[in-house]
């Protein structure tokens, strides 16, 4: 018997995908941007006032990123992209490299990836897992103490939203997992989705600022709902 091919879906992961490997979260209580200043940690203008800081910061999740191990979430959200690559989009608000990690053999990283620098004089970009320094000299242009993490601060473009705007123009199943849904444009995912007629699922430890706009919201660990929801759409 020849199985169906699996329907076009569209995934969004975000922190809550990663906090089960040890990784903090944004917003939720506790959460990274309650405990730190977005504005001198997260923004150009932090940084062209204190790069040193900004720099010291990203430096410390570099090396929390590389110590985090992916666990079952992503290694089944790469079983699944793995299974139908040209059927299965996904999208991550994170700039951890666990989802590579795991095997996900495509992905757009909408915020940047923390494991590689960016000039911010050339803006050519290149991996990086150690540490950056104010004294480094840029691979590409040569100009000295202009490297940045190659992520997107708070008042930047997100990356790769003509290619999202195209998926979820196509998409039959639309995924949140792990998201707070208060950040835009991420947030309005869903609600494109179900425009253009998707089903729309929510994968979330609890309820988002969005999940209204969702057909089914199942709550629990993502180790536990993503395998789950993985295996019934491989038919396991």
């Known amino acids: 018997m020849t199985r169906s091919p699996l329907p076009r879906i569209t995934i969004l992961t975000g922190a809550g995908v990663s906090a089960e490997s040890g990784l903090g979260t944004f917003r939720d209580?506790?959460?990274?941007?309650?405990?730190?200043?977005?504005?001198?940690?997260?923004?150009?203008?932090?940084?062209?006032?204190?790069?040193?800081?900004?720099?010291?910061?990203?430096?410390?999740?570099r090396a929390a990123a590389a110590e985090a191990a992916p666990n079952a979430a992503h290694h089944a959200l790469a079983r699944l992209v793995s299974a139908a690559p040209d059927r299965v989009h996904l999208v991550t608000q994170n700039v951890d490299d666990l989802h590579e990690r795991a095997g996900t053999p495509t992905l757009w990283h909408m915020h940047g990836e923390l494991m590689r620098a960016r000039c911010s004089d050339c803006g050519r970009s290149w991996p990086e897992t150690g540490p950056l320094d104010l004294a480094d000299?840029?691979?590409?242009?040569?100009?000295?103490?202009?490297?940045?993490?190659?992520?997107?601060?708070?008042?930047?473009?997100?990356?790769?939203?003509?290619?999202?705007?195209?998926?979820?123009?196509?998409?039959?199943?639309?995924?949140?997992?792990g998201t707070s849904g208060a950040v835009y444009p991420a947030a309005g995912f869903v609600a494109e989705a179900s425009r253009h007629g998707a089903d729309t699922l929510e994968l979330n430890l609890e309820r988002s600022d969005v999940s209204r706009l969702f057909e089914e919201t199942r709550l629990g660990p993502a180790t536990e709902l993503v395998p789950a929801w993985v295996a019934e759409i491989l038919g396991d």
């Open 29 to 61: 209580k506790g959460g990274m941007w309650q405990t730190h200043d977005l504005e001198a940690l997260a923004t150009p203008e932090g940084y062209a006032r204190n790069p040193g800081r900004v720099l010291a910061f990203y430096n410390d999740r």
């Open 137 to 177: 000299r840029c691979r590409a242009c040569g100009a000295v103490g202009r490297l940045r993490p190659d992520v997107v601060w708070f008042g930047e473009i997100p990356r790769h939203l003509d290619e999202i705007a195209d998926a979820l123009s196509e998409t039959e199943v639309f995924v949140s997992i």
